[in-house]
């Protein structure tokens, strides 16, 4: 491992993009502190570190979205000063956020169009864009339809179109902030696929990422940032997924779960051949049937799109059920709203959580009694207890490792792993029945998986029965007793976690499966 520095760019040749001594304050927080990095051309750049860590905050201000307070940003080793994007991708530097700024009924063209300087004749010639988003398309292997609708597009295609509109600006170096914490593992190896030929043209990728194995397969070299500062750098073929984690968080991370074999007891969630409606009609769940036990951790596997968010939805109460029935908890639950569901001891961590998991308006304590601070002790005869309110949040807050440890800030101005750390918090931080979490862990660090996932296991073994759907096939094969894949719909195969393997549910996943309609449980 050698120290960062970028001042003298070590023998690698010049920076194309050069950061020197950026600090970057919020209020009380340094979000970056005297940070050091450059990029040369044709590289591909990793930034890993733990929630909060300044990953995002130095990314932003390398693409001129947020003003540092001090330190210099060089371009070709000439320092600029970026006020705006705009300022940013006229010197060369694009970026492809996570959520993408698309306009929805607008085509694949028509948004890279948009942006653009009107020609002369004060029009946008849209042939001559769609021309170019094939052009480009084409030469960097990736398919894309210039007259297809952006809201048809699954989040994948999304991304290619935001990183076309990039590159058709001109971008020599690409920043990608957690491109892969929304897409399938096949669509990975297709954006990482992308990402090499940009590089092998010439053009820098920065990368951001919390899945380690991804990191060691893409990037040239990886730089590690820890509370604000750059803490090292090292080479892929120089690191294992354990000592990244070790760097990243300053002590050894348990990559896998340890835990005893389950106890099942009574079947806490039973579906009988549920139906569930898609967004756009048709059955997105078609004939479900399986039980969730206390004290058992059933996992669902399946390539994104085969229903599980449907199935989430609906067993939490934001979906309708269709067709069948739905039991939690002994209750027949199809008919029952989010709060009578909630009364049972039924917890969600929601797949979207700027949608459903979060108010970013307020504060850290109040997002964090969102499903209760209508409860003693949290009101007492319809009163808030504002005390008695931070003093949970608090204790919340230093147990969950929430950063910054400040229960009064809005929500809004965390990180986005801190954020996903509210919402894990406050839904497994009461006496939970059933526990049903999509994506626990998506954007979240290497440290705060695992103590999240023990947190699962904990819940598990004081006898909730928790329903865990992931796209991290690791995730599963850690943390399920039981994996369930589901493929078009439906359940077609079960596989005890003790006997799962990658190849073995990634067929199941693939359709290869035979069609179980029933999975006896
Ligand atoms: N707009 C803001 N207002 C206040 N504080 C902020 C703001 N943006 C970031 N911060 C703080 O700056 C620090 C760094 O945040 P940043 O988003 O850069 O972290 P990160 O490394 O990208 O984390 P993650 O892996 O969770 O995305 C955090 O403590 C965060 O709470
Ligand atoms: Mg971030």
Known sequence: ?????????????????????????YGAVIANRDVSFGVRPGEIVALLGENGAGKSTLVNVLYGMTAPDGGTLLVDGQPVRLRSPRDALARGIGMVHQHFMLVPPFTVAENVALGHEPSRHGAIDLATVEGRVVALAARFGMEVDPHAVIRDLSVGQQQRVEIIKALDRGARVLILDEPTAVLTPQETEGLFHVLRGLAAGGTSVVFISHKLGEVLDIADRIVVMRRGEVVGEVSPADATPESLAAMMVGREVLLRVEKAPATPGEAMVVLRDVQVAGDRGGRAVDGVTFEVRAGEIVGIAGVQGNGQTELVEAIAGLRPVAGGSLWLCGVEAQRLGVRARAALGLAHVPEDRQRHGLVLPFSVADNLVLNRYHLAPLAIRGVRQAR????????????????????????????????????VARELSHDVRVLVAAQPTRGVDV??????????VAARDAGAAVLVVSAELDELMSLADRVLVMFRGRVVGEVAGSEATREGIGLLMAGGGRQLGDVET
């Open 1 to 25: 491992m050698s120290a960062t520095d970028p001042a003298g760019a070590g023998g690698g040749g010049p920076w194309l993009l050069e950061a020197r001594h950026l600090t970057k304050r």
């Open 388 to 423: 008695a309110i931070l003093d949970l949040a608090r204790n919340l807050v230093a147990r969950f490792d929430i950063r910054p440890p400040i229960a009064e800030v809005p929500v809004q101005a965390l990180s986005g792993g801190n954020k996903q750390k509210v919402i």
């Open 447 to 456: 440290g705060s998986i695992e103590f999240i996932h023990r947190s699962l």
